[in-house]
């Protein structure tokens, strides 16, 4: 079916993409191959658009504003994983063991787009290495974090009432290091998910069986719960962030700063900080030592980021 002339200037939103060739979903349900009217356009996963018909095909007139854009930076590139969303659900395992660097990255990337994060914790079968998990990440409730264990295989492999629960009527982007169960997740929540990526990933690539990068699955028919799937990474960069701003995206750090007696405390080094003071303290207000030291180890790349983009070009957009 090709894309009706008279509907042209309607809104849709990205589904899809796959370089520049881009799958959107009118409001009126409908999906339509797309590619952006300029070169210098670049649209992502769950942008609301403008298009107009061409062809066979459909244009991306203009991307309208975003409400936020998760994103990652290293000193070569920047890769968007989507915006728009409503919250992002970080997944990790019992095992494989995850990097609480990694998670922290994630939640600080998303504590910079005001995008609230639920982490949940797959493989509750596995018994005392789940606890473990569990055990680890009790500092994060206390940081506002929702955190929660589930399992996708034994006897509760079923009940994933409470997952369901949070994504109700919201975009919810899910992230998590290989071999948390990120597939399995998506699976079972979106039975046909498979079938629709191997169909949307040949339509952008011409036939080709590749990976789309993002996709967006609704949940229900009514299309007000969706599950935006990105594909895992190895680093998170977090070269788009001040340094010192760091101290204010991580709740723990962020209850204390104000207190210090220096107003631009970088929190590291300076007499009467009230930051340093907490590290190592009894109790919810207290910094877990290991969350400090993720602060130290982020300070010093954030900082040097900031060397580099002075001098350098602006990082790639992908
Ligand atoms: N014991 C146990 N194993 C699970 C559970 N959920 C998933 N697995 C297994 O964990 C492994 C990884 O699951 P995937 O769904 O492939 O994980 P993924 O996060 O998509 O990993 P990548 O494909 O590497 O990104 C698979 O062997 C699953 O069968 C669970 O609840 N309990
Ligand atoms: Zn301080």
Redesign the pocket.
């Known amino acids: 079916m090709k894309p009706n002339t008279g509907t042209q200037g309607n809104g849709a939103r990205v589904i899809a993409s796959y370089g520049r060739h881009y799958l959107i979903e009118t409001d009126e349900g409908h999906r339509w191959m797309a590619h952006p009217r300029g070169k210098k356009m670049v649209a992502v996963c769950g942008d609301r658009v403008q298009w107009s018909a061409s062809g066979d095909a459909a244009v991306i007139e203009s991307v309208l504003p975003r409400r936020n854009c998760l994103l990652r930076r290293d000193a070569v590139r920047t890769k968007v994983f989507a915006a728009n969303i409503d919250q992002i659900l970080l997944l990790v395992a019992a095992e494989p063991d995850f990097s609480e660097e990694q998670l922290a990255r994630v939640l600080i990337a998303a504590e910079a787009e005001q995008i609230p994060a639920v982490i949940a914790v797959?493989?509750r079968?596995?018994g005392p290495a789940h606890a473990k998990a569990m055990a680890r990440l009790a500092p994060y409730p206390q940081m506002g974090y929702t955190l929660l264990g589930f399992?996708?295989?034994?006897p509760e492999a079923g009940e994933l009432d409470s997952i369901r629960s949070l994504l109700t009527e919201k975009a919810t982007l899910v992230l998590?290091p290989?071999?948390?169960?990120?597939?399995?997740l998506i699976n079972r929540l979106v039975p046909h998910a498979q079938a629709e990526t191997q169909e949307i990933s040949q339509a952008l690539n011409s036939g080709k069986h590749t990976t789309t990068r993002t996709t967006w699955y609704w949940l229900d028919r009514a299309r007000n719960s969706a599950v935006i799937d990105s594909p895992?990474f190895q680093e998170f960069g977090l070269q788009h962030i001040e340094a010192l701003a760091l101290a204010s995206l991580m709740p723990d750090l962020r209850r204390h700063i104000g207190h210090c007696r220096f107003h631009n405390c970088t929190h590291l080094h300076e007499p009467d900080c009230a930051v340093i003071a907490a590290v190592g303290a009894p109790g919810p207000e207290g910094i877990a030592p290991q969350r400090y030291r993720i602060y130290q180890t982020l300070f010093a790349e954030c900082s040097k980021a900031r060397e580099y983009a002075r001098g350098g070009r602006p990082p790639d957009w992908q």
């Open positions: 797959n493989k079968d596995l399992s996708l295989q034994g998590g290989s071999g948390a169960g990120k597939s399995s895992g």
